[in-house]
């Protein structure tokens, strides 16, 4: 008769069993315009690193002889049992990793009872993700654009597929200076399309794919040059042509007062508003004083204002100033397990993880994505079991102690 495995020794990809494993995989699988695209920060890539380095100052403070032999890792968000307090963040343009994509990823969320935001830039549309996501809680991360009938589409697109929040990003009123992507002259290749825009699109000259005989095709206009608005010294001039993550997502006049206000009016009651990219107490505030339903502590992966504080170290500032008013909720730089459990304890509501998503699909398409979040769970779970608590509301500072540099950097 075979014996039984031990809990905890499950099934096991060998050769992958931590994300940084996961991250070298997908190193050698992804192209080098897709790897650039998707692990770059911007200029020196300080930021980026920091958010992944700063959990590193604090140390776990375990609780021993208490019955840790049933250990509850879920979470409720959007009147959905997590299974972890984890979702995978909005990540664009996914099936740039592997021909999956945003389904994949759909897919292996719902498999595993997690969370998923979609960014507008996606490759699938919002609605199949929503339909291979199924009954599982997905939020739209969404860009304002200037030209609101856009985005007012979009929203209501969103809100008749059951999404249950938009995400507003509101760290990039201009794009962050990304060097390899400037280097690469990165475009997203033809055979692929940003989805939830495709169609505003003017089919292109010679366009096969749109274009039911060879004349029709020469028929065609050429596609519309998209252009960045700009402000000419006396007035803005707005972004043209098709819809391009570098054309328009960046916008520099929003503000709290008429642009949060309008979003709630479209959103609400269907869709929560939540702000994503809030690094700092003074507007955590605004956001409780505008009436968010919520708040990503997020620095956009690193890839905007190079020099930001991680986001580690901004998540107490931000939890501290909303008084348990709103959620908070975090991203960036989580790796581990342990990391999930630091966040929690320094006041996080929630975690989103991204480029391990990316990783994941690099390497197994829909299967990576399911092992990436198979590997997060598991150390989450043992974290908390190793630690003394059974609960994730019972997680608290407490559990934790920051260390100083010279401890860190201290050969062993």
């Known amino acids: 008769m075979a014996m039984k495995k031990m809990e905890g020794q499950g099934d096991h990809d060998l050769n992958c069993l931590t994300i940084d494993e996961l991250e070298k995989?997908?190193?050698?699988?992804?192209?080098?315009?897709?790897?650039?695209?998707?692990?770059?920060?911007?200029?020196?890539?300080?930021?980026?690193?920091?958010?992944?380095?700063?959990?590193?100052?604090y140390r776990i403070r375990p609780r021993v002889l208490r019955d840790v032999s049933n250990v509850d890792t879920s979470k409720d968000i959007f009147g959905h049992k997590n299974s972890i307090p984890m979702g995978v963040a909005p990540t664009a343009m996914q099936r740039l990793a592997h021909s999956d994509g945003e389904l994949g990823t759909a897919r292996a969320c719902k498999k595993a009872k997690v969370a998923m935001g979609l960014s507008s830039f996606a490759t699938t549309t919002l609605e199949d993700v929503a339909e291979a996501n199924g009954d599982n809680p997905h939020v739209l991360q969404l860009y304002l654009f200037e030209s609101r009938e856009h985005s007012h589409k979009l929203i209501q697109r969103a809100k008749k597929a059951g999404y249950k929040a938009v995400f507003l990003t509101v760290d990039t009123p201009f794009l962050g200076r990304r060097n390899l992507e400037i280097r690469n002259q990165f475009k997203l290749p033809p055979h692929f399309k940003i989805a939830n825009f495709a169609e505003d699109e003017e089919p292109a000259m010679g366009d096969e794919q749109t274009s039911n005989s060879p004349n029709q095709a020469r028929q065609r206009k050429p596609k519309e040059a998209s252009k960045a608005g700009y402000h000419d010294g006396e007035k803005r001039v707005l972004p043209t042509g098709p819809i391009t993550f570098h054309s328009h997502a960046s916008n520099p006049t929003l503000c709290w007062e008429k642009d949060i206000e309008w979003l709630k009016q479209e959103c609400c009651p269907e869709m929560e508003v939540w702000v994503k990219g809030i690094a700092t107490g003074e507007d955590?505030?605004?956001?409780?004083?505008?009436?968010?339903?919520?708040i990503v502590v997020s620095n956009h992966g690193g890839r905007q204002l190079n020099g930001a504080l991680a986001t580690l170290d901004a998540l107490p500032e931000v939890v501290e100033a909303v008084q348990g008013k709103i959620p908070v909720h975090v991203d960036g730089g989580i790796r581990h397990g342990t990391d999930i459990f630091k966040a929690l304890a320094l006041g996080a509501d929630f975690c989103w993880v991204g480029r391990p998503a990316l990783w994941g699909l690099a390497y197994k398409g829909q299967a990576g994505v399911e092992l990436m979040l198979r590997l997060l769970s598991d150390e989450f779970k043992l974290c908390m079991g190793l630690a003394g608590v059974t609960r994730v509301q019972d997680i608290s500072k407490e559990y934790l102690v920051k260390v100083s540099i010279s401890m860190r950097d201290r050969k062993v």
């Open 284 to 294: 955590a505030i605004l956001a409780v004083h505008h009436g968010v339903s919520g």
């Open 25 to 57: 995989h997908a190193y050698n699988m992804m192209d080098k315009q897709t790897r650039d695209y998707y692990n770059e920060g911007a200029d020196s890539g300080s930021t980026l690193r920091e958010n992944i380095e700063a959990f590193g100052k």
